[in-house]
């Protein structure tokens, strides 16, 4: 008898399992599912199709992979962003990244990266407390006091970005870089369906905010 009822417990806790990862699987697929739908007509891939706007916002990223070469994600969001304030698109930039550690600062590399495309140095604001996206974005409103903007990263990056944006009334869309190769970063790729799904968590679950906001800081374009 004792036997029997184990293996009763084990066929239930068997179930139990299946469904919550069965749910689980259905969370992050309808997570993805909802970014991706409601923010595609709002991202652009081609300079002369983007409407104009004031502020372009670029999400950051390293400068180099981890072995010392160039990160191509950084280097096509820059020649996005030098391509779209040449054309006249935007008027300024805000360049948010991770300055956590005092050997690593994207908003710097950006900045540089930037100004050795011709951009001049008064066109760029560096946020230094875009430790993730979701800072990014909100601290482009709340401290830089900007809304409407385009925001400039790969199309899968951006729709994040966007579905943040839309959260907090912003007027903003998206300018979809150069995408790298398929067989560059699979792991930036799969690590994106579990991000979106934080989003949906951060945004609608538990009402997460940014690690930093502080003074609100003005921009002059």
Known sequence: MKRILTSIKKIIFNKWLLLFVGCLFLFVFLSNLIIIKSTQDDIYETVASTPVKEVGLILGTSRYTSWGGTNLYFKYRINAAAALYKSGKIKHIIVSGDNS???????????????????????ITLDFAGFRTLDSVVRCKEVFGQSDIIIISQRFHVERAL?????????????????????YSYKTKYREYLAKTKAVIDLYLINKKPKFLGKAEKINV
């Open 101 to 123: 550690l005092k050997s690593y600062n994207e908003p710097r590399e950006m900045l540089n990266a930037l100004m050795a495309k011709g951009i001049p140095e008064d066109a």
């Open 163 to 183: 579905f943040i944006a839309n959260k907090y009334s912003m007027k903003a869309i998206g300018f979809a870089a150069k995408d790298v190769p398929d067989q």
